[in-house]
C-alpha cells in the first residue's frame, strides 16, 4: 500500500512563507501527477496545485503568484512553497497522487494532512 507522508506545517504570521513536502513510499513505478489539495473549517476541500509528467504545474486563481509546486529532490516527492500567506490561506492541506504501483493498478492517495494556520 502507498503512502503519502507530508511535513512542513505550522504556524506563520500574515506575508509569511512556508514549505510543505510530501513523500510517496517506495515500490512506485509510475507517478502521473502529484499535488495538493486544502479543506478550512467549515468548508469543502478544494484543489490548490498540481504537477505532472513532464512537469507541467497548475496553480488555483487563489493561490496563483505565491504558491509554487515542484518536485523535490528525492525521488517520489513533491514541495509547496508557500508565500506571501494570507489568513485565508489557513488550512489543513493534503498531498495528493496518481500513481502506480509497481504491483497494482493505477490508483489515487492521499495524505494524512498538515495544518497551516496563518494569523493576522
Known amino acids: 500500500q502507498v503512502q503519502l507522508v507530508e511535513s512542513g506545517g505550522g504556524l506563520v504570521q500574515a506575508g509569511g512563507s512556508l514549505r510543505l513536502s510530501c513523500a510517496a513510499s517506495r515500490n512506485i513505478l509510475s507517478i502521473y501527477a502529484m499535488g495538493w489539495y486544502r479543506q478550512a473549517p467549515g468548508k469543502q476541500r478544494e484543489w490548490v496545485a498540481i504537477i505532472t509528467v513532464g512537469d507541467s504545474t497548475n496553480y488555483a486563481d487563489s493561490v496563483k503568484g505565491r504558491f509554487t509546486i515542484s518536485r523535490g529532490n528525492a525521488k517520489n516527492t513533491v514541495v509547496l512553497q508557500m508565500n506571501s500567506l494570507k489568513p485565508e490561506d489557513t488550512a489543513i492541506y493534503y498531498c495528493?497522487?496518481?500513481?502506480?504501483?509497481?504491483?497494482?493498478?493505477?490508483?489515487?492517495?492521499w495524505g494524512q494532512g498538515t495544518l497551516v494556520t496563518v494569523s493576522e
Open positions: 495528493y497522487a496518481d500513481l502506480l504501483e509497481i504491483s497494482g493498478p493505477r490508483s489515487e492517495y
